[in-house]
């Protein structure tokens, strides 16, 4: 999916990866097979659930960076062609507004633009 020509980054909710976990996220993007964005999951700091999020195909994975595990974790998403983050993404929560206002669409469309 695209927004205004560059790629839409979804963020899981903070250590969603283990309690939604990283199957079900990495389903909810490919929405059928339609390929949503690119998929950001957060794993706390719990690196067994960091490393599932890289096997079900994750584009990112957020892992506290005081995990032991980080540096291998960082390999084995680079060996993947994905990325470990140390920190959560900036994110645009739209449930934090009603996108009928006009002012709420001239918001997305700053964070987007």
């Known amino acids: ?6 790629p839409v980054r979804f ?8 309690f939604q976990g990283a199957d079900w ?5 490919r929405g ?9 999951g957060d794993a706390g700091g719990a690196p067994g659930f960091a490393l599932a999020g890289l096997r079900a195909g994750l ?3 957020v892992l506290d960076p005081a995990c032991p ?3 291998a974790l960082a390999v084995e998403a680079g060996r993947r062609g994905a990325l470990l983050l ?6 645009l929560d ?4 009603d996108l009928a206002r006009p002012k709420a669409r001239a918001r997305l469309l700053l964070w987007l633009g």
């Open 32 to 40: 059928g097979g339609a390929g949503l964005g690119l998929g950001v």
């Open 11 to 18: 963020l899981s909710a903070a250590g969603a990866l283990g």
């Open 25 to 29: 996220f990495a389903a909810v993007l």
């Open 1 to 6: 999916m695209l927004a205004l020509g560059r």
């Open 86 to 91: 140390a920190a959560r993404p900036p994110a």
């Open 59 to 61: 584009g990112a994975v």
């Open 94 to 97: 739209l449930m934090a507004f």
């Open 69 to 71: 595990a980080f540096p």
